[in-house]
C-alpha cells in the first residue's frame, strides 16, 4: 500500500490561514459608546468598559464599568487617541449601547453612525438613545445594585420596552427607516436623576436624522406606540374618570391594555392629504377604588375613551410641531399615492396632514373583586 503522506503534505499547502484573526486575550471589549459634541465643536467619543472586580467573594466576581473619553474629528479618530490609553486593542463586536447627547442628535446621528455600518466587526445588535445633556455622563454612573452600568442602562430599556414606553429597535432594524424620506424614528429618551441613575422619561422625537429637540412623557409615549400598533407586554395607565369624590384615591382608574386593533387609512383629494386614524382598546381593570366596577362600566367606557381620543389628538399635535412623521405616512404616499408625493414638501409634508382621531375604549376584564 503507498503511503499518502505526499498528498496530505500537498493538500495542506493549499489550506488558508486564520488571515484575519482576533485574538480575544488582546481585545479590551466596549459595552457602550458615547457620543458628544465637545466645546471647540470637536466630537467627544466615551467608552465604557468591563473590569472584573478580582476583591469580589464568592463563585462568581463582579463586574464593574470603566470610562474612557476623547475629543477628535471622527469617532475613529477619537477610538485611535483611545487606544493609546488602554493595555489593548478596543473591540467593538459586542457593543450594547450608542447613546447620544442632546446637541450631538440635534446635529444629526447619521454621520457618527457611519462607521458602525461600515465596519462589518461592530455590533448591529446595539441599542441607540438620547440623553439629556451629556451623553458621556451617563458613562460615569455608580449604580447600587449593578456596578456594570451597560447591564443596568440595558435592563432599564429592557424594562421600558415591556411597558410599551420605547419600542423594540437596533441599529440594524432603524437602518432602513432613518434614512427612509416618508418615515420618521422615535428614540429612548434617558436622564440621570438625583440619586445618579439613568431614567427612561419618553420618547425623543427625530426629524430626518435629527434630533427635533421635542420629547413625548412616558404616558404620551406609551400611547404612541399603541395608536403605532407597536405595544409590548404591557400598556398601563391611570386616569382620572370620577371628579367629584370626596377621597382623592376615589377619582382614578388604573387599567392594562390587554389587546387592541389599529386602522389607519391614508386619503388624497385636491392635494391634501388626511388620515383616519381608529384606535379600538381593551383593557383589564387593574385598579379602582371606589368599588363596583359593572355598575359604572358603560359610564367608565365613555369616559376612557373620551379621556383617550383627546389625549390621542395632542400626541399627534405634538409629533406634527416637531416633524416627526412616526407613522410612516410619507412612506404610503410614496407607495400608494406617488403623485402627490411627488408635488409635495418633502420636508414639512407632516406638518400639513389633517388626522381625524377616534380612540375605543371597551372594558372586557374588571379583575375577582366585583
Known amino acids: 500500500m503507498k503511503s499518502k503522506k505526499p498528498v496530505i503534505v500537498l493538500l495542506c499547502l493549499l489550506l488558508t490561514g486564520c488571515w484575519d484573526q482576533h485574538l480575544m486575550k488582546n481585545a479590551v471589549l466596549v459595552q457602550i459608546l458615547s457620543y458628544d459634541v465637545a ?117 432599564a430599556l429592557t424594562s421600558a420596552e415591556e411597558n410599551s414606553i420605547i419600542p423594540f429597535q437596533t441599529i440594524q432594524t432603524m437602518a432602513s427607516e432613518l434614512l427612509d424620506p416618508g418615515e420618521d424614528i422615535v ?58 369624590e370626596p377621597q382623592t384615591l376615589s377619582n382614578y382608574i388604573s387599567l392594562n391594555v390587554s389587546n387592541l386593533k389599529r386602522k389607519l387609512k391614508v386619503d388624497v383629494k385636491n392635494g391634501e392629504v388626511s388620515v383616519q386614524l381608529k384606535l379600538h382598546l381593551k383593557i383589564n381593570v387593574e385598579e379602582y377604588p371606589k368599588g363596583d366596577v359593572p355598575k359604572d362600566i358603560e359610564r367608565l367606557n365613555k369616559v376612557l375613551s373620551k379621556e383617550f381620543t383627546e389625549e390621542a389628538k395632542k400626541v399627534i399635535t405634538k409629533l406634527q410641531d416637531a416633524n416627526c412623521d412616526a407613522f410612516g405616512i410619507g412612506r404610503r404616499l410614496i407607495a400608494f399615492h406617488p403623485k402627490t408625493w411627488e408635488t409635495l414638501d418633502k420636508k414639512e409634508y407632516f406638518k400639513n396632514v389633517q388626522f381625524k382621531t377616534n380612540v375605543k375604549v371597551e372594558i372586557i376584564k374588571q379583575g375577582i373583586v366585583l
Open 39 to 155: 466645546d471647540n465643536d470637536e466630537m467627544l467619543l466615551g467608552v465604557s468598559i468591563p473590569i472584573i472586580d478580582e476583591s469580589s467573594n464568592g463563585p462568581q466576581a463582579r463586574v464593574k464599568s470603566e470610562t474612557f473619553s476623547s475629543k477628535g474629528y471622527t469617532p475613529r479618530d477619537c477610538r485611535r487617541k483611545i487606544d493609546r490609553e488602554i493595555s489593548g486593542i478596543l473591540d467593538t463586536s459586542k457593543n450594547k449601547l450608542i447613546m447620544f447627547g442632546e446637541r450631538m442628535a440635534a446635529a444629526g446621528i447619521y454621520p457618527p453612525l457611519d462607521v458602525i455600518w461600515r465596519d462589518p466587526r461592530n455590533s448591529l445588535g446595539a441599542s441607540i438613545g438620547v440623553v439629556d445633556g451629556e451623553a458621556v455622563k451617563l458613562l460615569e454612573i455608580n449604580p447600587k445594585h449593578e456596578p456594570n452600568v451597560s447591564e443596568y442602562i440595558q435592563d
Open 187 to 244: 428614540l429612548p429618551y434617558l436622564k440621570i436623576n438625583k440619586k445618579k441613575s439613568a431614567v427612561v422619561v419618553g420618547l425623543a422625537l427625530m426629524d430626518d436624522t435629527e434630533y427635533s429637540g421635542k420629547n413625548l412623557s412616558p404616558q404620551d409615549s406609551c400611547l404612541l406606540l399603541l395608536m403605532n400598533n407597536k405595544k409590548g407586554e404591557y400598556a398601563r395607565f391611570t386616569k382620572r374618570v370620577n371628579k367629584d
